[in-house]
């Protein structure tokens, strides 16, 4: 969500200072490598982790304060949708926070000018399935998080579709553009800013320099903005329905963030 789905307004680099600067106090992470703050958070002492917990609601809390929906993101959420394409949110952030945030495209999405332009039901959700750092799947297990592939291969599996057949959108390199990789995905596409920057929002997970490490990194695409991408998959959808003659198997897209 962070930087992709919604404008980025988290301080990732003061994020890991304080988590690191926790650890550095805490009597079960003074030898702990500093990677990332959610892995390296779940390895202190009780204490160590309440703390941290304490730092992520805060950060979290001023962040959905503040949040604004990406430019262009409810336009092209709309036109997914109406090209039946799937979405589904994999993110660091919470579960609950996620669904924050859907409800909040959902707003967006249902109207154009005050008026309803769609009608999204309990049994057709905007984003399905939501993904965060704390949900569980069957058997009550909590998935491992980006850069390792398991959600998206989750999502797959739900979906009931190759990974060769989604499109993973994100705005890190590190975590985004590596787990979409290592999963297989038909397509990582990378948002960044004008001009082609990008911000920090990476967890603290550090990778290698070796040529795989680095190749797991390179997107297939990268955009500047909502707009710029929609351009992309309306030229990608009407491809694919000129080759087939009519649109037969859905695409899908998972939108990630932090």
């Given at each position: 969500m962070?930087?992709?789905?919604?404008?980025?307004?988290?301080?990732?680099?003061e994020m890991r200072q304080r988590i690191y600067a926790v650890a550095d106090a805490d009597p079960m992470g003074k030898d702990l490598e500093r990677d990332c703050v959610l892995t390296l958070a779940n390895k202190l002492s009780p204490g160590g982790q309440e703390?941290?917990?304490?730092?992520f609601d805060e950060i979290t809390r001023d962040a959905l304060k503040n949040m604004k929906l990406m430019p262009g993101?409810?336009?092209?959420?709309?036109?997914?949708?109406?090209?039946?394409?799937?979405?589904?949110?994999f993110t660091k952030n919470r579960e609950e926070n996620a669904q924050i945030v859907s409800d909040?495209?959902?707003r967006e999405v249902m109207t154009i000018d005050g008026e309803v332009s769609c009608v999204c039901v309990d049994d057709d959700p905007l984003f399905y399935p939501?993904?965060?750092?704390?949900?569980?799947?069957?058997?009550?297990?909590?998935?491992?998080?980006?850069?390792?592939?398991?959600?998206?291969l989750h999502i797959c599996k739900v979906w009931g579709c190759d990974p060769s057949h989604v499109v993973m959108v994100g705005d890190n390199e590190n975590d985004d553009i590596t787990a979409a990789n290592r999963a297989g995905c038909?397509?990582?596409?990378?948002?960044?800013?004008?001009?082609?920057?990008q911000y920090d929002t990476h967890s603290g997970f550090v990778l290698g320099d070796t040529e795989e490490e680095i190749r797991e990194r390179i997107p297939s695409l990268r955009v500047?903005?909502?707009?710029?991408?929609?351009?992309y998959l309306e030229a990608l959808l009407d491809e694919r329905d000129l080759r087939d003659g009519a649109l037969k198997k859905p695409m899908n897209v998972s939108i990630n963030s932090f």
């Open positions: 962070d930087g992709t789905l919604v404008e980025h307004v988290i301080d990732f680099a703390e941290c917990q304490y730092i993101g409810a336009d092209l959420i709309r036109y997914l949708r109406d090209r039946n394409v799937k979405l589904a949110i909040s495209y959902l939501i993904i965060g750092r704390d949900s569980k799947i069957s058997g009550g297990n909590i998935l491992r998080n980006k850069p390792f592939p398991d959600a998206i038909g397509g990582s596409v990378l948002l960044t800013q004008k001009g082609g920057t500047e903005s909502m707009f710029e991408l929609r351009s």
